[in-house]
């Protein structure tokens, strides 16, 4: 297939780009550099230096789908200013689907997630659970899900949405490229545990010590980038002309912050002192996939462990 991948210089859109073009497909990227890098968007694949409304200009009937990433994803930053992910996030998306109608582009994955969900009242969560997402991100996601539904519906766009819980690793393709997230400032639990094992930082922070949990600290289901990206290279293929299917990944398994944090101690051999800091703004206490749709109904199951996720966040630094 031809494919547009809109977000495709930055961290989870770069590896599926890549896994894309391993599974023989022919991939160009829609990306504004905003937060992605150059050097990120996988070779093999043309980028095209526009922003996600800008779609128009690169879609054409030669294309057969589009996996959109492109996205503000801050939890924090989207109750600071949640314009940000009213504009970019479902104005932006909205020009997008205008964009695939018009150049009769019918198929699209989409990057939404697990914080659609919000706080969840079952262990494990299922396609099923009610979407009352707490913070503005999760909101600008749950709203461009039912944009995907109705499109479906009016239009027979084949559409899927991923709702990933929390990614982490990296991939390392054959020709050197290093595929990583490389956010600035870092704010994601792993990349800034590692920073503390590598002494470029004093201390990690553990956002809220008296949740509902067995240790106080939040707990969350990690997945390995390569995973995920394994899961849309599925949905792709088994996206249908008229619906839109929801499924969430994620491994099943819930890790604590201060659990994340031992695996952090035990890969890298060097301490992490970490500080405790009251809770961080609309992070819900639980968030665990069930990956039972996904895995029967695109036969996808997750591999890496958490500590496979530390090893290659590493490797990924040096
Ligand atoms: N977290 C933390 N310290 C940090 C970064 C994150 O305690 O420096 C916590 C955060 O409150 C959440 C979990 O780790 O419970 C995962 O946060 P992250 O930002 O990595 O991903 P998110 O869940 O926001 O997608």
Request: aromatic share 6%; proline share 5%; net charge negative.
């Amino acid at each position: 297939m031809k494919l547009l991948v809109t977000g495709g210089a930055g961290y989870i859109g770069s590896v599926v780009a890549y896994q894309l073009l391993a599974a023989g497909h022919t991939v160009e990227v829609l990306d504004n550099l905003s937060t992605g890098h150059d050097d990120g968007v996988p070779a093999g694949a043309r980028l095209h230096r526009l922003a996600i409304s800008e779609a128009g200009q690169v879609l054409d009937h030669s294309f057969d789908g589009v996996l959109h990433f492109a996205a503000k994803s801050l939890v924090g930053e989207s109750v600071a200013h949640p314009e940000r992910y009213w504009h970019g996030n479902i104005v932006e998306t909205l020009h997008l689907l205008d964009a695939m109608r018009q150049a009769g582009v019918d198929r699209i994955v989409f990057s939404s997630t697990a914080a659609t969900y919000g706080e969840a009242k079952v262990q494990n969560i299922t396609e099923e659970e009610p979407a009352q997402p707490t913070n503005p991100y999760g909101a600008s996601k749950l709203a461009i899900d039912h944009m995907l539904a109705a499109e479906a519906a009016a239009h027979s766009l084949a559409a899927v949405s991923l709702r990933y819980f929390n990614v982490a690793g990296a991939a390392f393709p054959d020709n050197g490229q290093v595929l990583a997230e490389r956010h600035d400032p870092e704010t994601h639990l792993i990349p800034n545990l590692l920073k503390v094992a590598g002494g470029e930082r004093e201390a990690a922070a553990i956002f809220g010590t008296d949740y509902p949990t067995p240790d106080g600290t939040c707990i969350r289901d990690y997945i390995h980038v390569l995973d995920l990206a394994d899961a849309h290279v599925r949905a792709l293929e088994a996206a249908q002309p008229g619906s839109h299917e929801v499924f969430n990944l994620g491994t099943g398994t819930g890790t604590s912050v201060r659990e994340v944090i031992e695996a952090v101690r035990v890969v890298t051999g060097h301490p992490v002192p970490a500080v405790e800091h009251p809770r961080r703004a609309g992070d819900p206490a639980v968030l665990v996939a069930s990956g039972e749709k996904a895995a029967q109904r695109l036969g996808w199951h997750p591999r890496r462990s958490i500590k496979e996720m530390v090893e290659d966040a590493r490797r990924a630094l040096r």
